[in-house]
């Protein structure tokens, strides 16, 4: 499965060459079997600490995704959580459906961790390519994810919890229709506008 998981990676790296050419089959996915699906993923490396998973999976509404693009956000976000807490704690996974009220709706994926949270003037840095905050990262993660999540027309956030906790709090808003892939930005490589 990881063997798998590297070569989707690098296929997705492709991708910000040749969007068009590369552009992932577009499923209608149950958000909530998908975040099952990625927790056996990260099993082995939740299994070397000592955090708690809280599921809160309500979603109902299917969301329009690549299935190999999708596991890779929500893979890329559940092993930010997990090293952001080191010496364990509490990774929390939501799902919900949105509507924004003029037709469009969907589902929305929230993973919180219990971790230090995210310091002063790193949330509006994390998406962009090469920033980092971790000693061994290379800083795409984040700024790939984003990119995946644009292209189908939905929107990643990031900030700190609002619950009185500490802990840093990532928002993946998913559009129930697929879009089709959207044109490559020419500034910075990256899909959408």
Known sequence: EQVERMRLIVTQLLQYARPTEYAGYVET?????TVRD???LVAHLLAQTRIDVV???????RVGFNRQELQQVTINLLINAIQAMPQGGTLHLITRDWTDGQGAHGAVLRVQDSGPGLAPG???RLFR?????????NGLGLWISL???ERYGGAISAGNRE???SGAVFGV??????????AVNTRDGRPGG
């Open 163 to 165: 619950d009185g906790q």
């Open 173 to 182: 808003r998913l559009l129930t229709e697929p879009q089709a892939p959207a």
């Open 55 to 61: 599921r809160d999976l309500q979603a109902t509404q």
């Open 38 to 40: 990625c927790l056996v």
């Open 29 to 33: 996915l149950d958000l909530n079997q």
């Open 122 to 124: 790193v949330a509006e």
């Open 147 to 149: 990119g995946l999540v």
């Open 129 to 137: 390519p090469f920033f980092t905050t971790k000693n061994d990262g």
